[in-house]
């Protein structure tokens, strides 16, 4: 089994930050691309950065030169860290990761539970 346990939501207020961690345990054989979605209520969930394992991340245009992700691949750990956040990046937050959990396996998509980040005054 594997498991995608996240931490670090809760209440800010605007401007402020917050770092969100992700960890994945189990049976890993090896891991691709992490990212981070996020759903707010009453709309879709969306890609908010992506990391693979080699190579350059990616970000919704609307965190870039907000948000930094990172990852710690000794760890199986991925990070997000969020400045200057808004009111509009209130939602509760996913963790995503591309796990072959065999050298055989395909790769297959796991997620976490999901983390609540509020931004309020």
Same mark, same amino acid.
Do not use: H
């Given at each position: ?42 709309? =879709? ?15 919704? @245009? ?5 948000? !930094?992700?990172?990852? @710690? ?14 009111? =509009? @990046? ?18 297959? @998509?796991?997620?976490?539970?999901? !983390?609540?980040? !509020?931004?309020?005054?």
């Amino acid at each position: 089994q594997v498991q995608l346990v996240e931490s670090g939501g809760g209440l800010v207020q605007p401007g402020g930050s917050l770092r969100l961690s992700c960890a994945a345990s189990g049976s890993i054989f090896s891991i691709a691309a992490m990212g981070w979605y996020r759903q707010a209520p009453g709309k =879709e969930r969306e890609l908010v950065a992506i990391i693979p394992s080699g190579g350059s991340t990616n970000y919704a @245009d609307s965190v870039k030169g907000r948000f !930094t992700i990172s990852r @710690d691949n000794a760890k199986n750990t991925v990070y997000l860290q969020m400045n200057s956040l808004k009111p =509009e @990046d209130t939602a509760v937050y996913y963790c995503n990761a591309n796990i072959r959990r065999k050298y055989y396996s395909r790769l297959s @998509d796991y997620w976490g539970q999901g !983390t609540q980040v !509020t931004v309020s005054s």
